[in-house]
């Protein structure tokens, strides 16, 4: 959303980004099949969520990508790259053809997002746990220079089981960083198995709330919803923000949808074809 755009109403942007989030989704499946890596359940379980950010959200503008007084978003669940790819290009800052050299040798698009390489990506994620704390270091950038641009970061689940994301939301909320905000994409599975039953995380909210944020737990795949209330932070002035976004692990595919084994598997072409078939939208 360019910078000086006014914001619509929640329910009528959410149709757009509803349209987006299946195109992120279908592209994103195809570019797995077509590379034979990837990590496609949490791809689509992040797709509502990016497309809210990218068509309602942000304040950004591809066409100047590195304006200073931008939005930053990260994705710390960085090794979900043909999510973010498929967004970044539907939101302009690139070709869609660029998307079909995905992880192919020598491409931009590499299999984690290189802020070197590609307009758009903010940091260079997919070792697990890092992300919010670039995060919080970028929010207390803007804070020591008193620039207006916010920070938003997407974090898997299974991925607050590292403690560099405890150690960064401790010192969110010690200096006061309420123009950050943390969206959990909370699918309840991860790499091998149930999140609860590996690290338990529950009860995730109270958790973020006793280490000093304000946090809202929403359904992830509720475009409205989301966009209201990615809209409305910071929750608390000087807190940081958490959204726990509740999502289905391979969301809008039936054989997909909170199976474990989707965090890393490669569709086949007869699998493919159907889910491009039930996630529908292909003439748009």
Request: net charge neutral; with cysteine; charged share 25%.
């Amino acid at each position: 959303m360019p910078p000086d755009s006014v914001p619509t109403d929640a329910a009528a942007e959410s149709v757009s980004a509803a349209k987006m989030a299946r195109r992120i989704r279908r592209s994103a499946l195809q570019m797995v099949h077509a590379a034979r890596l990837g990590h496609p359940g949490g791809d689509l379980s992040a797709a509502d969520i990016l497309a809210a950010l990218y068509t309602a959200v942000l304040r950004i503008d591809p066409r100047n990508p590195r304006m200073p007084d931008r939005d930053r978003f990260i994705l710390s669940k960085g090794h979900c790259s043909a999510a973010l790819y498929s967004t970044l290009a539907e939101a302009g800052y690139f070709p869609r053809e660029w998307l079909r050299e995905y992880m192919k040798p020598l491409s931009l698009l590499n299999g984690h997002p290189d802020r070197n390489k590609v307009a758009g990506v903010e940091a260079n994620t997919g070792p697990l746990g890092h992300g919010l704390p670039i995060g919080a270091g970028a929010a207390k950038a803007a804070k020591i220079t008193g620039a207006s641009w916010r920070t938003f970061v997407l974090t898997g689940d299974g991925e607050l089981q590292e403690g560099s994301n405890w150690e960064a939301a401790m010192a969110a909320a010690q200096f006061g960083l309420d123009n950050l905000t943390v969206i959990v994409d909370r699918n309840r599975l991860q790499q091998g198995d149930e999140t609860e039953r590996t690290v338990g995380l529950e009860p995730l909210a109270e958790r973020w709330r006793a280490f000093g944020w304000a946090a809202r737990e929403v359904d992830g795949h509720d475009l409205e919803v989301l966009i209201r209330t990615l809209r409305a932070v910071p929750f608390e002035p000087g807190k940081p923000s958490c959204v726990i976004a509740r999502t289905h692990k391979g969301r809008g595919v039936s054989f997909m949808e909170d199976r474990v084994e989707w965090h890393h598997r490669v569709p086949t072409a007869e699998e493919l074809s159907q889910a491009l078939k039930e996630l529908g939208g292909g003439d748009e």
